[in-house]
């Protein structure tokens, strides 16, 4: 594929600029000679070849090429509407939904009889770490969530401990850190993440993971410095946490 998100997240802010243009204007961009989209993207002709090799294509020549060819972009998914259902949304298999469903009867099965959850997030997934405590206490579970990874762990026995957490890309350094924290103190860990191959499924005694592509802005901040913004959407996440929580809170009345 021409545009992988591992290669999208290796541009700079510049670059980035040219992969949205290119992304708007697949058909114009194919007809454009490499000087004639410099002109348009008031760069150079240099920085467009250095945006071509980035993407793994000897020069311009032929990354247009792979562009006709392939004619993929990772497309933003912003609402339900643009699928036809939640299976579609979350981009599952046959075979892979009935292995998620496994799995999140396993996770139910270790909430259900856990002393106390715990949800973790940061940013975007600290918000949903929020809804879940609240969501889960709520329905009559108590639960608590940390959204500010620097808050230290505390030093106790956490062997009846669950431990949620939430990172979409499960790359983050801080969460990384602090899943692991809590799994030396003893806790059981589940992890929800966009994908699999990642750090946080890795550390995880039960990684639950949606793949929808992923979206995000360039922010170019005080001295140019670029921020990535995820605008990747939470739906799966929702999603999932209303489903083991439903389920844990419907088994434990069952079981009374």
Same mark, same amino acid.
């Given at each position: 594929?021409?545009?992988?998100? &591992?290669?999208? +997240? ?11 243009? !290119?992304?708007?204007?697949? &058909? ?5 000679? !490499? ?24 020069? @311009? ?7 006709? =060819? ?41 909430? +259900? ?6 949800? *973790? ?9 929020? @809804?879940?405590?609240? $969501? ?8 608590? $969530?940390?959204?500010?990874? $620097?808050?230290? *762990? ?9 431990? !949620? ?10 969460? *990384? ?9 003893? #806790? ?18 039960? #990684?639950?993971? $949606?793949? *929808?592509?992923?979206? &995000? ?24 946490? =209303?489903?083991?929580?439903? +389920?844990?809170? &419907? ?6």
């Amino acid at each position: 594929m021409l545009f992988t998100q &591992e290669k999208i +997240r290796s541009l700079n802010a510049i670059e980035f600029g040219i992969y949205e243009y !290119i992304q708007q204007n697949p &058909e114009k961009v194919g007809k454009l000679k !490499i000087r004639e989209l410099a002109s348009e993207l008031h760069v150079s002709t240099a920085t467009i070849l250095r945006f071509c090799k980035k993407l793994g294509c000897s020069g @311009y020549t032929e990354f247009k090429f792979k562009l006709k =060819e392939n004619s993929i972009f990772p497309k933003e998914v912003n609402s339900l509407n643009k699928v036809e259902s939640l299976d579609d949304y979350l981009q599952l298999g046959i075979d892979e939904a009935e292995n998620l469903e496994q799995k999140i009867n396993d996770v139910v099965a270790l909430m +259900r009889y856990a002393d106390k959850i715990i949800f *973790i997030g940061e940013g975007s997934s600290g918000i949903m770490a929020k @809804y879940g405590a609240r $969501y889960l206490t709520t329905l009559g579970k108590v639960a608590h $969530y940390t959204d500010v990874p $620097y808050v230290p *762990i505390p030093v106790e026995d956490h062997s009846k401990s669950v431990v !949620i957490g939430l990172s979409i890309s499960g790359e983050t350094i801080t969460m *990384i850190d602090r899943i692991t924290g809590y799994k030396d103190l003893g #806790a059981k860990v589940v992890t929800i993440t966009n994908g699999k191959d990642n750090p946080f499924c890795k550390l995880a005694d039960h #990684a639950l993971h $949606y793949d *929808i592509p992923q979206s &995000e802005f360039i922010v170019v901040g005080p001295k140019k410095v670029a921020f990535r913004i995820s605008t990747t959407s939470q739906v799966p996440v929702v999603y999932l946490i =209303e489903t083991l929580i439903n +389920r844990c809170v &419907e088994e434990k009345r069952q079981g009374v």
